[in-house]
Each structure stands twice: as C-alpha cells, then as structure tokens.
C-alpha cells in the first residue's frame, strides 16, 4: 500500500477528529461577562458624611409631666391630640383634704388677725398710760415705781403686739403651705403644645414619677411648632463637622423630598452604647420651618456636606476597587483590565478624580455580577453610557 492510499484512508478521520475537537473546544469555551459601562464626565463634587444610624425629628420643646403626689385623677382636661395653652390646666388630682387643711389655715389667720387688733389696742393703750404717769412724776404727782410700772406694762402690751403680728405672718405662711402641697396635685401646660400621651383615665389612681424609676409619664406634651433632628454621627467624622454646615435631611416618611438645613450643635462628648459603634450626637435645623407633614419620632438620615468642588472629572463611587483602583475593558484584547487612579473629595455617590483617567474613557460599574474580575473576556451591555 503505497503513501497516497494510506493519507486518502486516513486524512478523512483526521480531519472529522479536529473537527470534533474544534466543536468541543467552541462549546465549552467560557463565554464572556456582560458588563455595564459607564463614561468618565464632568460634575460637581461634594465631600459629605453621614448618620451611622437613623436619626430623630425631635421637638424644640417636650415635656412629660407627672404630679409630684400619686393620687386618684379627679379632673381631666384634654385628650390625646389636643392643643393647648401655657397656663391651662391639664389634670387635678383629688386634694379635699388639702382644701379642708387651707381653709382651716386660712380661719386661724383671720382669728390671728383679730388677735392683734386686741393685743395691739391695748399696747397702745398701755403706751399712753406710761406717758401720762410720766408726766405725772415730773410734776411730783406720782412715785417713780408707779412711773415705772406703767413703763413695764407698756413694754411687755407693745411685745404681745408684736407677737400678735408674727402670728399672722406665721399662719400666712401656713395658708401658703397649703396651697403649694395643692399644687402637687395638679398639672398645668408649661408652654403652648399638642397633648402627644395621656397615662391614666378620670377616676384611675396616678402614680408619679421618682427619678431613676421608669413610670410612665401622666401627660407627654410637645411644641411641634419647631422641629429639628437629631442624628448619631460616627466618632471619625467627629472632628470635621461643625456648627453652620450645610446638611441634607432625608425621611424615609417623605422619600424623595430632601429637606436642607445646617448643623445647630455638635455634643461635646461621645456616646458609647453597649455593642454599638461609638458616636457623637449632631443636631440639625431645618432652614425653612418644616413642621408641615413631619411628626415628631420620625426616623431621618443627615447628610452633612463639608465642602465641594465644581466640574471636576468625578466617577460613580461605587466603581472604584480598593478605594483607588478602577476596572476598564481593554477593547483590542476583549478583557477586564485594573487600572490606579488618583482620588480626591468623595461621597457616597461620586469620587473626584484626580489622575489615571481621561473624560470620556469608560470604566465598568456593575461590579457586583459574576465573572467580573481582572483577566476575564467581557463585552459591554448594550445599555452602556
């Protein structure tokens, strides 16, 4: 069998492997990634920072009353939800003792009061007695004893006297006594608000509250005429903030609706909350009254803005790998490439950047989906900007 019989016996079945193989290879191959583009522009760029955890809208002014006595509620005023006046009473609890108690205070001061005019009349009678008999003796009428005598008499009228007026002042101070244990009992509004809770029906028994003893209050009441939110910021960030920054409020009640403010007080200490990051309470002021559609105990998120730069090259912050390191799709090759940037201010959103790219070039953003990694083959999304 010569050599062009056995290649025409055997080229065929060579040719069928390779292309088998050929076949295998072609289906099997990895395919490459999608990958989401995203053109490097111009824009502004702020440096901000954020809550660590979901802040407060609180009221300018609140307050949770309970009556310094317990005792059984005997008048109530206002339901939940109610506005009232500064001045205008809340809650009285049953006090007839107490009144029984002033009204006997108030019949001894009266019967003290009688007494002095008693007691005084006679001192004054007894004083110009003492003057008479001392006329008396200079003209040799009577003895210095009976002078002497009127004198002490006269003394001791004007002491009972006197002691006559402390007794009235004593039992002022007695009417004044009753009236202030009264107060005990009652509440009234320290300032104009809304009734936020009311602890206990007419009739019920009140319990105050002593300090260092969780008794809910009898009547929480709040000024929802001034709003403003109070927010944990991160230890870290601490130091960077100051009064007068500008901030961005958002609510997850009104999404979508951003409230500017500034910073009114940064605490001067750190909280340290059992298993929870270490921060520092920042107060925030709306710039416009924003008392519309807020309720106190909403949960807020501040976004405290330090600084800002304009039409600087800025790249989505979530591309950046490693904080300084970007992904790009090597065009010629077909595969992700890693690429060091240089970066400057930065926020949740955007990043400055300062070197290491052009406007214009592309870098990938959707970072997240799988098989996205240096080396890889990838294609752009047709969704890609």
């Known amino acids: 069998m010569n050599t062009s019989i056995l290649l025409r016996r055997v080229l065929p079945a060579i040719i069928l492997v390779a292309i088998v193989i050929g076949a295998f290879f072609w289906t099997t191959r990895v395919k490459p990634v999608v990958v989401v583009l995203k053109s490097v522009d111009r824009g502004n760029v702020e440096s901000t920072v954020v809550n660590t955890r979901a802040g407060t809208v609180e009221a300018c002014q ?30 009285k609890l ?15 001061r009266a019967m003290a009061a009688q007494r002095v005019k008693e007691v005084c009349t006679t001192a004054a009678s007894a004083t110009r007695e003492a003057e008479r008999q001392t006329s008396l003796r200079a003209r040799g009428y009577v003895s210095e004893a009976r002078e002497d005598a009127a004198r002490s008499e006269s003394d001791a009228r004007r002491a009972a006297c006197e002691t006559a007026r402390a007794d009235v002042t004593q039992a002022s101070a007695r009417v004044a006594v009753t009236k202030v244990e009264q107060g005990r009992m009652v509440l009234y509004a320290p300032f104009d608000g809304t009734v936020a809770k009311i602890v206990g029906e007419l009739g019920e028994y009140s319990t105050p509250s002593p300090p260092g003893v969780p008794t809910p209050p009898a009547i929480d009441l709040i000024d929802d005429t001034c709003l403003y939110v109070k927010a944990p910021m991160d230890e870290i960030d601490a130091p960077k903030i100051k009064a007068g920054l500008p901030v961005r409020v ?6 979508k609706q951003p409230l500017k403010g500034k910073v009114r007080r940064v605490a001067p200490y750190v909280s340290a909350v059992e298993k929870q990051a270490r921060t520092v309470d920042v107060e925030v002021d709306f710039d416009m009254p924003a008392t519309g559609g807020l309720l106190v105990g909403y949960s807020a998120d501040v976004e405290i803005v ?33 690429r060091k940037v240089k970066t400057g201010i930065a926020n949740w959103e955007f990043t400055e950047i300062l070197d290491g790219l ?16 240096v ?8 969704k890609s900007k």
């Not at 609140?62 to 006595?69: D, G, N, P, V």
């Not at 958002?250 to 999404?255: K, M, V, Y």
């Not at 970072?367 to 990694?373: A, C, D, S």
């Open 306 to 338: 330090l600084g800002g730069r304009e039409k600087v090259l800025r790249v989505p912050t979530a591309a950046l790998i490693e904080g300084a390191k970007v992904m790009v799709l090597n065009t010629e090759s077909g595969k992700l490439e890693e």
């Open 375 to 382: 080396g890889a083959r990838a294609t752009a999304d047709e």
């Open 358 to 373: 052009a406007e214009g070039e592309r870098i990938v953003i959707s970072l997240e989906r799988e098989g996205v990694k």
């Open 94 to 108: 049953w006090n007839d003792d107490q009144k029984a108690q002033q009204t006997l205070a108030e019949a001894q």
């Open 250 to 255: 958002s609510l997850d009640a009104l999404p």
């Open 62 to 91: 609140r307050t949770k009353l309970s009556t310094i006595m317990g005792g059984r509620i005997e008048f109530l005023g206002v339901k939940e939800g109610d506005r009232v006046k500064k001045g205008q009473l809340l809650m």
